[in-house]
């Protein structure tokens, strides 16, 4: 594999058809059919990590395309300033994530190349994003990384206004990938094994891994929460997944 | 991990950030992760005024130690005035 790639910055129609911003990265591998993946972002924002992010998936092979949801409150503002003001704001309504979503995979599915698989992946505040959207659209693959708030409320007084979203499980469209941190708080063990279990209930495929020695954003490079042993574990984890689900 | 607890309090005040001096309407204070600060958690301070946009922001990340000292010193330098300074 050439690792070859060319990545720019976009505008997609998002929720309501509003127009945003979002980081594209293509394969140039000369490949006539491949699958796609939605990166949604971790809650410090659209930034320059997660756009490295973008970058690793198409330098292995995959359209990648991430929104930048904070676009709206803060068109043009650096990735931390941006976060600040969602953050202030309560953070991204989830009925406007699904929406953007939508648009960044139906941008995808029409790319020449695309074999009609998309998937999503979302770290910190994206995990549980990356399986909202996964329960209200039609996706082949989704990859929880640390999300928390799906099963258990948010601590009291925290300004975001997300509600546990366990109750969509019966429409999850796909299989999930679960990668946590053994030391995290959010979400616990005991919430994820909670998921596990009702995503069991219903019969929905799912695989979950928890690293010892790991907390939240284990995946961070450029934080002191990176975790490498945690971090190249669960990037083959995700190789692997997608490989199974969204290759040709 | 994400602690996602947030203070949030109406200031009056003036801060300079990127683009010069700017008139500050609220406060986010915060214990979370940091974007610049080498520590996994940090007490998180935005100086912000949301009418001029989202870069009206001065940002400050400090270990927990250090913003109970900072505390603690904005308590011992008001206390120290006489209080016909206050209004």
């Given at each position: 594999?050439?690792?070859?790639?060319t990545?720019?910055?976009?505008?997609i129609a998002?929720f309501d058809?509003d127009e945003?911003?979002?980081?594209l990265?293509?394969?140039?591998?000369g490949?006539?059919?491949r699958?796609?993946?939605?990166?949604i972002?971790?809650?410090?924002?659209?930034?320059t990590s997660s756009?490295?992010?973008?970058?690793?998936?198409?330098a292995?092979?995959?359209?990648?395309l991430?929104p930048?949801?904070?676009?709206?409150?803060?068109?043009g503002?650096?990735p931390?300033?941006?976060?600040?003001?969602?953050?202030?704001n309560?953070?991204v309504?989830d009925?406007?994530?699904?929406?953007?979503?939508?648009?960044?995979?139906?941008?995808?599915?029409?790319?020449?190349?695309?074999?009609?698989?998309?998937?999503?992946?979302?770290?910190?505040s994206?995990?549980?994003?990356?399986f909202?959207?996964?329960?209200?659209?039609q996706l082949?693959a989704?990859?929880d990384?640390y999300g928390?708030?799906?099963?258990?409320?948010?601590?009291?007084?925290?300004?975001l206004?997300?509600?546990p979203?366990?109750?969509?499980a019966p429409?999850?469209s796909c299989p999930?990938?679960g990668?946590?941190g053994a030391?995290?708080?959010y979400?616990?063990p005991?919430?994820?094994?909670?998921?596990s279990?009702v995503l069991?209930?219903?019969?929905?495929a799912?695989?979950?891994h928890?690293?010892?020695?790991?907390g939240?954003?284990?995946?961070?490079?450029?934080?002191?929460?990176?975790?490498?042993e945690a971090?190249?574990?669960?990037w083959?984890k995700?190789?692997?997944?997608?490989?199974?689900?969204?290759?040709? | 991990?994400?602690?996602?607890?947030?203070?949030?309090?109406?200031?009056?005040g003036?801060?300079?950030g990127?683009?010069?001096?700017?008139?500050?309407s609220?406060?986010t204070?915060?214990?979370d992760?940091?974007?610049?600060?080498?520590?996994?958690h940090?007490?998180?301070?935005d100086?912000?005024n949301?009418?001029?946009?989202?870069?009206a922001?001065?940002?400050?990340e400090?270990?927990a130690?250090?913003a109970?000292?900072?505390?603690?010193a904005?308590?011992a330098?008001l206390?120290?005035?006489?209080?016909?300074?206050?209004?």
């Amino acid at each position: 594999m050439s690792e070859d790639l060319t990545a720019q910055t976009i505008r997609i129609a998002g929720f309501d058809g509003d127009e945003i911003e979002a980081y594209l990265a293509v394969p140039d591998d000369g490949a006539v059919s491949r699958g796609s993946v939605v990166v949604i972002h971790h809650m410090p924002g659209y930034d320059t990590s997660s756009k490295e992010i973008v970058r690793k998936f198409a330098a292995n092979g995959y359209a990648a395309l991430m929104p930048n949801l904070y676009f709206r409150e803060a068109p043009g503002a650096s990735p931390d300033d941006a976060a600040a003001t969602a953050r202030a704001n309560g953070g991204v309504p989830d009925g406007r994530l699904v929406g953007d979503v939508k648009g960044a995979a139906e941008y995808l599915r029409a790319m020449q190349a695309s074999n009609g698989k998309v998937g999503v992946i979302g770290y910190c505040s994206g995990g549980r994003q990356s399986f909202l959207a996964a329960c209200n659209l039609q996706l082949d693959a989704a990859v929880d990384c640390y999300g928390a708030c799906i099963v258990n409320p948010p601590p009291e007084g925290m300004p975001l206004k997300v509600n546990p979203i366990v109750g969509l499980a019966p429409d999850l469209s796909c299989p999930l990938l679960g990668l946590f941190g053994a030391d995290d708080k959010y979400p616990t063990p005991e919430e994820t094994s909670k998921l596990s279990e009702v995503l069991d209930e219903y019969g929905k495929a799912h695989e979950f891994h928890t690293y010892e020695g790991a907390g939240h954003a284990f995946f961070s490079v450029d934080r002191t929460a990176y975790r490498p042993e945690a971090a190249n574990d669960g990037w083959q984890k995700i190789w692997n997944f997608f490989g199974r689900y969204l290759a040709s | 991990m994400c602690t996602y607890n947030t203070e949030n309090i109406a200031i009056t005040g003036s801060g300079k950030g990127a683009n010069g001096w700017f008139s500050l309407s609220d406060a986010t204070v915060y214990f979370d992760h940091p974007v610049h600060a080498m520590a996994e958690h940090t007490l998180n301070i935005d100086f912000r005024n949301p009418g001029n946009g989202p870069s009206a922001r001065v940002a400050v990340e400090l270990t927990a130690e250090s913003a109970r000292a900072l505390a603690a010193a904005i308590e011992a330098a008001l206390a120290s005035v006489p209080a016909a300074l206050i209004s």
